[in-house]
């Protein structure tokens, strides 16, 4: 059974920085794409980043270039996103998935973790 | 960036309607289009990819359709635990980008 659990969220100033993590396992992580998708509380869906297998590729919106980094750890089955410099508009459950193999769709997600940006 | 435009953004329906949600890309995205259903506090689930394919587990009532800019998610015969946010989602080129959602009531 495939299972991600993300950590890592809480409150934290603006300008600040957190960093998310994500256990995955019941399936070949190393083979995977993998995505942060967040949803700002009462809102829609939002992607932020992918990454492939090999960490060589990694797209991300807009809105959190330059400030966010994703990466993965593949010895110890995990993703992360780096969130420097906050902003109050980054408060939202972060979510991370597994894509399809022909990156057309997003398969399984985790049970999110909540980022609050608030002095 | 593709923009997505989800209609309704909500309706009202009732146990064993048919229901339609469509959803209108900026440009083409030939069909990288995929469908989530998300109930509230909960993750969304994959519904439909590649446009028209059923996700695996997925009841068959649960359909899509279209290609290019035009996409329809189709419920045949909704159901109690159908109530819930529905979105698109292109994955053709980044930024990927998500429709604003459609929320199913019950009548």
């Known amino acids: 059974e495939v299972q991600l659990v993300e950590s890592g969220g809480g409150l934290v100033q603006p300008g600040g920085s957190l960093r998310l993590s994500c256990a995955a396992s019941g399936f070949t992580f190393r083979t995977y794409w993998l995505s942060w998708v967040r949803q700002a509380p009462g809102k829609g869906l939002e992607w932020v980043a992918n990454i492939n297998q090999d960490g060589s590729e990694k797209p991300y919106v807009d809105s959190v270039k330059g400030r966010f980094t994703i990466s993965r750890d593949d010895a110890k089955n995990s993703l992360y996103l780096q969130m420097n410099s906050l902003r109050a508009e980054d408060t939202a459950v972060y979510y991370c998935?597994?894509?399809?193999?022909?990156?057309?769709?997003?398969?399984?997600w985790g049970q999110g973790t909540l980022v609050t940006v608030s002095s | 960036d593709i923009q997505m435009t989800q209609s309704p953004s909500s309706l009202s329906a009732s146990v064993g309607d048919r229901v339609t949600i469509t959803c209108r890309a900026s440009?083409?995205?030939?069909?990288?289009l995929s469908w989530y259903q998300q109930e509230p506090g909960k993750a969304p689930k994959l519904l439909i990819y590649?446009?028209?394919s059923l996700q695996s587990g997925v009841p068959s009532r649960f359909s899509g359709s279209g290609s290019g800019t035009d996409f329809t998610l189709t419920i045949s015969s909704l159901q109690p635990g159908d109530f819930a946010t529905y979105y698109c989602l292109q994955a053709y080129s980044a930024p990927w980008t998500f429709g604003q959602g459609t929320k199913v009531e019950i009548k």
């Open positions: 590649a446009a028209s």
């Open positions: 440009q083409s995205v030939r069909t990288y």
């Open positions: 998935a597994t894509l399809k193999p022909y990156g057309d769709s997003i398969d399984y």
